[in-house]
């Protein structure tokens, strides 16, 4: 079974400008997660789907971080404007489904990030 | 808030050796699971073992073994007869049953296999 996408593999931009990423998960999982992982970190909720619903943002900056997840599916993460200290990687991860405590389908499965420099 | 500690920034040891990673979590619930995730220089993250905080047997994974003491908030994750091929960055993770799957990491241990 093919693992989650992710694009682009790597991104450099200036501050203030724009950037977005991709994440296309594994095929039938409801939950989709976005993850920030500043170096010497650990990763870091940003946002998590269930199907094409938002189930936490609590830690996305919404002034300058948006995400959808259009038709349940792939998902797109986009930083407007950016800041230094959006230099990051950023994981985007998959789950079957979010419902399914105790079973397998809580296991997340990661896409290989995006590495983003802002300078 | 649920809180993770990995207390070892960097780990070394020897092929075909023992080595014991640490982490301690913080948290008031009594049903969650805890993790292991090993992430290579590659940056794919890849699920190691998993315990469930209601399963008093540790999990065990072929070289993989953990050691789980729920009183002490302790999870500690030992690999027998290290390869070369475990060089990464261990991610000690922590997720709650009761509002959803999200998965709350340890900073990390980089541990290095020496041959």
């Known amino acids: 079974e093919a693992g989650v996408a992710q694009s682009p593999r790597y991104k450099i931009i200036e501050k203030r400008q724009s950037v977005a990423f991709w994440c296309n998960p594994i095929?039938?999982?409801?939950?989709l997660y976005w993850y920030q992982q500043i170096l010497g970190q650990g990763p870091k909720l940003l946002i998590q789907?269930?199907?094409?619903?938002?189930?936490?943002d609590s830690q996305l900056p919404k002034d300058r971080f948006s995400a959808e997840r259009l038709k349940g599916v792939d998902s797109t993460l986009k930083i407007q404007p950016a800041k230094l200290e959006d230099s990051a990687v950023y994981l985007c991860?998959?789950?079957?489904?979010?419902?399914?405590?105790?079973?397998?389908?809580?296991?997340?499965?990661f896409g290989p990030g995006t590495r983003l420099t802002v300078l | 808030a649920q809180t993770v500690t990995q207390s070892q920034p960097e780990m070394s040891v020897q092929e075909a050796e023992t080595v014991t990673l640490s982490c301690t979590y913080d948290?008031?619930?009594?049903?969650?699971?805890l993790f292991w995730y090993k992430q290579p220089p590659s940056r794919q993250m890849i699920l190691v073992i998993r315990?469930?905080?209601?399963?008093?047997q540790n999990a065990t994974e072929n070289r993989f073994s953990v050691n789980f003491q729920k009183a002490a908030k302790s999870f500690s994750l030992k690999i027998s007869d290290s390869q070369l091929g475990d060089t990464a960055m261990y991610f000690c993770?922590?997720?709650?049953?009761?509002?959803?799957?999200?998965?709350?990491f340890g900073a990390g241990t980089i541990l290095r296999v020496k041959s």
């Open positions: 991860a998959s789950s079957l489904d979010r419902a399914l405590a105790g079973g397998l389908g809580n296991e997340q499965f």
């Open positions: 095929s039938g999982h409801a939950t």
């Open positions: 789907f269930q199907n094409n619903g938002v189930v936490d």
């Open positions: 948290t008031s619930e009594n049903n969650y699971y």
């Open positions: 315990q469930e905080a209601y399963k008093q």
């Open positions: 993770a922590f997720m709650k049953l009761k509002y959803g799957n999200k998965l709350v």
